[in-house]
T-cell receptor, first 110, second 116 residues
Framework: SQQGEEDPQALSIQEGENATMNCSYK?????LQWYRQNSGRGLVHLIL?????REKHSGRLRVTLDTSKKSSSLLITASRAADTASYFC??????????FGPGTRLSVLP | KAGVTQTPRYLIKTRGQQVTLSCSPI?????VSWYQQTPGQGLQFLFE???????NKGNFPGRFSGRQFSNSRSEMNVSTLELGDSALYLC???????????????FGPGTRLLVL
């Protein structure tokens, strides 16, 4: 069953602005990850946050995790045209396969 | 280290035919997972293999099958192709850590299958 659900489905911003994407899930998890996919290509791992962590940073990326609300957010600061892609959250639970959400399509306009 | 490779990259088949896709994981990775990606259904998990054994399976018909070899390379096979099987098939490899968790998956570029 689909676990991760991203919100919004699509987001369009200007270069330099920040982009925030949200992910909700339904069951207990071991970790949550964010991936990026450029049009029609493989997914690239961005960041992993474990269930006992609340926030992680990697370059211009900031991820938060709220296990009480079963939600996570991905913030991309100072966005660039090259950030244009689809972003997916994925959850991993013990004994279960990875579950990916439907993704957020981000367009960064020059 | 070389990344995950998938062959072929593009494939055109007709209904009723069968197809075999190949995936070579990152060296040292023993877990290989397969996903189907379509515009309508998104990324759907097909199956995961670890040390030549299927660990998890998604909700796909028996026409979809896979296997893993002793060198961790994996193949997936789709028999009796249907139009709806047209999709991007992605393979991902990972380490499996203590407790059975994969954590980060590394994806290949995918095989785009078109069924006519």
């Amino acid at each position: 069953s689909q676990q991760g659900e991203e919100d919004p489905q699509a987001l369009s911003i200007q270069e330099g602005e920040n982009a925030t994407m949200n992910c909700s899930y339904k069951t207990s998890i071991n970790n949550l990850q964010w991936y990026r996919q450029n049009s029609g290509r493989g997914l690239v791992h961005l960041i992993l946050i474990r269930s006992n962590e609340r926030e992680k940073h990697s370059g211009r990326l900031r991820v938060t995790l709220d296990t009480s609300k079963k939600s996570s957010s991905l913030l991309i600061t100072a966005s660039r045209a090259a950030d244009t892609a689809s972003y997916f959250c994925a959850t991993e639970s013990y004994g279960q396969n990875f579950v990916f959400g439907p993704g957020t399509r981000l367009s960064v306009l020059p | 280290k070389a990344g995950v490779t998938q062959t072929p990259r593009y494939l055109i088949k007709t209904r009723g035919q069968q197809v075999t896709l190949s995936c070579s994981p990152i060296s040292g990775h023993r877990s290989v997972s397969w996903y189907q990606q379509t515009p309508g259904q998104g990324l759907q998990f097909l199956f995961e293999y670890f040390s030549e054994t299927q660990r998890n399976k998604g909700n796909f018909p028996g026409r979809f099958s896979g296997r893993q070899f002793s060198n961790s390379r994996s193949e997936m096979n789709v028999s009796t192709l249907e139009l709806g099987d047209s999709a991007l098939y992605l393979c991902a490899s990972s380490l499996v850590r203590t407790g059975g968790f994969q954590e980060t998956q590394y994806f290949g570029p995918g095989t785009r299958l078109l069924v006519l």
